[in-house]
Each structure stands twice: as structure tokens, then as C-alpha cells.
Nanobody, 117 residues
């Protein structure tokens, strides 16, 4: 059974940074395209970033140049480095397969990111 566990969120001031982690079990993240999503209160979940098996990355326009997705095959973990955070980045962040995948795994609990002064 595939399990995805997100961590690393917290409260940060505008302009600050956080690194989110997604620890996977039941799959090897190096063998699959992976993605980060976020969901703000009262809004639908949206795609944030994708990394392919060939290390090609894509990003939501509003986070380009600020966020970086990566993975560590030895730790079987996917990361999201978030810099220059803005209040509009406040959301619960989740990892999963990309939106174009035929199968999405069960969603984890996510990790909350709050950007506020």
C-alpha cells in the first residue's frame, strides 16, 4: 500500500522560506513522476509543481522562480523548497502523482503552510 507523508510546514513571515518533505512508502519515487499540490481554505486543490523521472520540472505560474521541486532517491522523498513566500501561498500542501497520471494515490494529511506577519 502506498503511503505519502508530508511534513515541514509552519508559520513563516512574508519573504521567508520553508522546505516541505514528502516521504513515500510502497513506491520508489525515482520511478514515477511526482507532484505537489495545495489547497487553501474554501478553494479547490491546485497543482503546484511536478518533477518527472527525467528531472524535468514544471510549476504553477505564480510560484515560478520561488519554488523548487526535487527528490532524493536514497531517502525516497520528494521536496518542495519554497522561497520568497507570500500570504497567498498559505494553504495545506500535499504530494501525489501529477494531474495527468492515470492513477492518484490516497491523499495524505498534508502539511499546513501559513504566511503571515
Amino acid at each position: 500500500q502506498v503511503q505519502l507523508v508530508e511534513s515541514g510546514g509552519g508559520l513563516v513571515q512574508p519573504g521567508g522560506s520553508l522546505r516541505l518533505s514528502c516521504a513515500a512508502s510502497g513506491i520508489s519515487v525515482r520511478n514515477y513522476d511526482m507532484a505537489w499540490y495545495r489547497q487553501a481554505p474554501g478553494k479547490q486543490r491546485e497543482f503546484v509543481a511536478t518533477i518527472t523521472t527525467g528531472w524535468t520540472t514544471t510549476y504553477l505560474d505564480s510560484v515560478k522562480g520561488r519554488f523548487t521541486i526535487s527528490r532524493d532517491k536514497n531517502k525516497n522523498t520528494v521536496y518542495l523548497q519554497m522561497n520568497s513566500l507570500k500570504p497567498e501561498d498559505t494553504a495545506a500542501y500535499f504530494c501525489n502523482r501529477p494531474p495527468y497520471s492515470t492513477t492518484l494515490y490516497s491523499w495524505g494529511q498534508g502539511t499546513q503552510v501559513t504566511v503571515s506577519s
